[in-house]
């Protein structure tokens, strides 16, 4: 009976192809498969696999109908590692920042398949630093809350509320498409209407693109549909320090993804 490979499941950082860990420099190195989702820089693979590795994109992006599903995915972990092989699943980011690293878990538990988790830098850290916005800044958050906001979400009054005094900066995750109407329940919910808002870009790739507003201007300042994938959103007095410890420089337009 065959063994199976060893699966290893990591994160591969924000964007830049520098912010990645020395352990994942060699797990991409011995891999026989990389299994990677779209928001992953393909500069990692280029610049560290080896350069006959079987390399299968299995990115899923929100309401395309056209991407894996996550049963796919998962089924396409299970495959090869059962073949033997070793198979890096690569996700954007943090390998368990608002990613389906459970469903794999399980699946790779079931299956007695050996793992390794790998963690990267989230968006909220990239972006914080590559944009002179510190999540925590003394005087300006008691804390940092990072959830996510989509057509989908249904939080309740009472979340709602406590969002909006809590005095934290809220970081928001696939929250770009419906920022007006996030700033608006904030509002409604007695945020101040003069608090910071920022939209970041492809955070810290060259094509970074930093978008800073209040809530209460929101609407005027923002178009939904202007901002490209992905972006994250800041919420908070935080906000104010980009403009004074602004350092990374970028071009300001294409994709790196």
């Not at 924000?14 to 994942?24: A, M, N, Q, R, V």
């Not at 794999?104 to 972006?127: C, H, Q, R």
């Not at 005027?220 to 202007?226: C, H, M, V």
Request: hydrophobic content about 40%.
């Amino acid at each position: 009976m065959r063994r199976p490979g060893k699966v290893v499941l990591a994160g591969a950082g924000p964007g830049d192809e520098e912010l990645i860990t020395i352990k994942l420099q060699h797990r991409l190195a011995e891999a026989d498969v990389i299994i990677t989702d779209r928001l992953v820089n393909s500069l990692i693979i280029t610049l560290n696999a080896r350069k006959d590795v079987e390399i299968i994109l299995a990115g899923k992006k929100g309401y395309n109908k056209n991407s894996l599903s996550q049963e796919q995915v998962t089924a396409l972990i299970i495959e090869h590692a059962g073949k033997g092989k070793n198979v890096l699943r690569l996700k954007g980011g943090d390998v368990a920042f608002f990613s389906n690293l459970f469903d794999e878990l399980v699946a790779l538990k079931e299956n007695k398949i050996p793992f390794e988790i790998i963690p990267g830098i989230t968006a909220a850290s990239g972006a914080s630093a590559y944009t002179g916005i510190p999540l925590t800044a003394r005087n300006y958050s008691q804390g940092v809350q990072c959830l996510t906001f989509n057509p989908n979400s249904n939080y309740s009054p009472a979340k709602w509320r406590q969002l909006a005094a809590s005095g934290d900066t809220l970081v928001f995750y696939m929250a770009a498409s419906t920022i007006c109407v996030l700033s608006q329940k904030l509002m409604d919910y007695d945020c101040p209407a003069s608090t910071g808002i920022a939209v970041i870009e492809q955070a810290t790739t060259i094509y970074q693109h930093v978008h800073v507003s209040t809530l209460e201007n929101c609407r005027k300042d923002f178009s939904e549909s202007a901002f490209s994938s992905p972006s994250l959103v800041i919420v908070g007095d935080v906000v104010r320090l980009h403009d004074q410890f602004n350092w990374f420089q970028s071009i300001g337009t294409g994709s790196v993804f």
